[in-house]
């Protein structure tokens, strides 16, 4: 495979939905809403599990079962909860969708696995902790090994929705790992086994529907290069390329044929930057920053010597991207605001006692 195929496009499953409403307001209990899967996402996984007939288990208040039931002849769909199962038949009637078997019981149970005949696709949506230290693939419940084997005289086609919190290399499964983002903000993993893999991972950002692949020849794909100081240009990375671990794919579609090449950037423990003395774009590329400089930030006097190159820049409101105590972030925020009128946003990266002041570049991503 080509470097170049690395990059691919499917604008034609996304939708151009910017947040996580529906085509009708959704009925829902206390927490159904705030778990349904936003409606450009469950609509490219539609796109993505499109077939004659498929199981839907947890299905919640149905906002993927609804756009399966678009994209497929019948949808069998499970949910242990009563309440939810209601929520969601009458979440398809508004959405004018009547192939759908609604089956309100444990998906693992004789009871409902009988009611279940042949199909093409099992999707399960697993119920997870809401919180944990470490993301964890036997906090899934049910589990993907139970699921598979209670359904293989059902089907081969298998796919899971996970933590997209969790790292490839935690996923201990012959399956393709997709990383959704969602305006921005990472925001769904979704696991595809049998015939439904296509990769071994990749990254997909929604709406625009860009993608990226992992490239299934590893001696192709470089290293990565990581660095301590960052250089003129500063590239922040689609969050879902970054949890993908496919980095060093995008360093291949970025700078094919200029002979240049990217370093990593980690200011802190939560952010990642790409830096290169070239001008880059892509579509994979979140944000793309000029770096005017960095400044010393460990004392008083630095932080007063910052304020002052903040007014000489004509800059008028100022970002912080950093590890900062949420107490802190307006104290410190107002601090440098203050006595500036420009017209520029700056942002402000921090790598320990050191500010990295950057200017946001604008530019048509379409």
Not at 27 to 43: N, Y
Not at 235 to 258: H, I, K, N, R
């Amino acid at each position: 495979m080509k470097a170049l195929k690395l990059y691919v496009n499917y604008s034609f499953l996304s939708h151009m939905a910017l947040d996580k409403t529906f085509e009708k307001k959704m009925s829902s209990d206390k927490d159904g809403i705030r778990f349904a899967t936003p409606e450009p996402i469950a609509k490219h996984r539609a796109s993505r599990l499109k077939c004659k007939t498929i199981a839907d288990i947890s299905c919640g208040i149905g906002g993927q079962t609804i756009y399966f039931a678009k994209t497929c002849e019948h949808v069998f769909a499970v949910e242990i909860d009563p309440v939810k199962i209601k929520h969601a038949k009458k979440n398809c009637r508004k959405h004018g969708v009547s192939n759908v078997t609604f089956i309100c019981g444990d998906a693992l149970s004789p009871e409902v696995l009988s009611q279940i005949p042949k199909v093409d696709v099992v999707f399960s949506d697993p119920a997870r902790p809401a919180e944990e230290d470490v993301r964890k693939m036997d906090s899934l419940n049910p589990g993907i090994p139970e699921v598979m084997n209670a359904y293989k005289e059902k089907t081969g086609s298998f796919a899971f929705e996970a933590p997209p919190q969790m790292p490839p290399d935690r996923i201990n499964f012959n399956c393709e790992k997709e990383y959704i983002s969602l305006n921005g903000k990472l925001n769904r993993l979704t696991l595809y086994f049998g015939d439904l893999k296509k990769y071994d991972r990749i990254a997909v950002s929604l709406p625009s529907g860009n993608a990226i692949v992992s490239n299934p020849d590893s001696t192709k794909v470089p290293p990565l290069i990581m660095t301590d100081t960052v250089s003129y240009n500063a590239f922040e990375p689609d969050p879902a390329v970054v949890s993908a671990d496919l980095l060093p794919e995008l360093a291949l579609d970025m700078f094919m044929g200029t002979g240049g090449y990217f370093k990593v950037f980690k200011p802190d423990n939560k952010r990642t930057l790409l830096t290169s003395e070239l001008l880059m774009f892509h579509p994979l590329i979140k944000n793309n920053f000029i770096v005017l400089r960095t400044m010393p930030i460990g004392n008083d006097e630095e932080i007063t010597d910052l304020s002052e190159y903040l007014q000489k820049i004509d800059a008028g409101k100022v970002v912080l991207r950093g590890s900062i105590d949420p107490k802190d972030y307006w104290t410190f925020r107002n601090r440098l605001e203050e006595g500036l009128s420009g017209k520029k946003t700056i942002h402000l990266f921090f790598k320990e006692k050191e500010a990295i002041i950057c200017e946001l570049m604008a530019f048509d991503k379409s």
